[in-house]
């Protein structure tokens, strides 16, 4: 297998029970759009009371049940926002993180480096973030992964990834890499995957392999790379 190789959303996900939180970003398969898909899975109950919602078109995490919530810390925040001609999207609260430093002035990279993995021991879940950047009618897009250095938690290691725009090609990070006690992190560089031209075929792709029983949340949307018109999916388990 070439390491150049494209592997289909089915390949990365079928079968496999657990990859957590997931962000795949890229292009589609003419060159129309750029696309981006960001999912939630959870074990536990407190992780699986949760839903997508939409405000202003921003996408956030809510209880489903709010009586049920346990520790909201870790679960509840905005996933997606806009700012001026980027789009960020993440696992955790460093959205906001990106967006206020975008706001004064910094960047992606800028903001990340005051965060660091979650303090979730023994798993040390890794903060993952995405954001696409439309310029002069194209576009490209980075990738983070923060995660810890050792099974201790004594220091965060910092992963960016810097992509271009290329027709059909798309890359995926998710926070695990599969099932386990303490989940194993995920490890190397986000996996190339193909990005197809319909927004169904990629969001039906993406649920229908993820883990029936522990998938929760799927938000995908493409943008018109020339036009700027957006269309989104969002799946709810709980409705």
Known sequence: MSIYDISTVKERLNGNPYVGRGIMIGTSKS????????????????????????????????????SK???PSLIIYAAVRDFN???IVTNGNQTDSIYVS??????????????QFEPDAPNFTPRISGILEFTNKSFNYKMSILKS??????ACARYYFKYPSIKGLGHFIHTYVTDGNPIPTFQGEPERIAIP???????????DNLDQDN????????IDIETNKRQSR???KYN
């Open 149 to 154: 250095i050792d099974a201790e938690g004594s």
């Open 215 to 222: 998938k929760i949340s799927l938000y995908v949307r493409y």
């Open 85 to 87: 001609n980027s789009v």
């Open 31 to 66: 060159g129309k759009y750029a696309a981006f898909a960001y999912f939630i899975m959870g074990r536990s109950a407190n992780s699986r009371n949760r839903i997508f919602v939409e405000e202003d078109g921003d996408i956030y995490t809510k209880p489903y049940d709010e």
């Open 69 to 71: 919530v346990q520790d």
């Open 102 to 115: 975008l706001e004064n002035g910094g960047t992606f990279e800028s903001a990340l480096a005051t965060r």
């Open 234 to 236: 969002l799946i709810n």
């Open 197 to 207: 031209d319909s927004i169904d075929d990629f969001a039906n792709e993406i649920w």
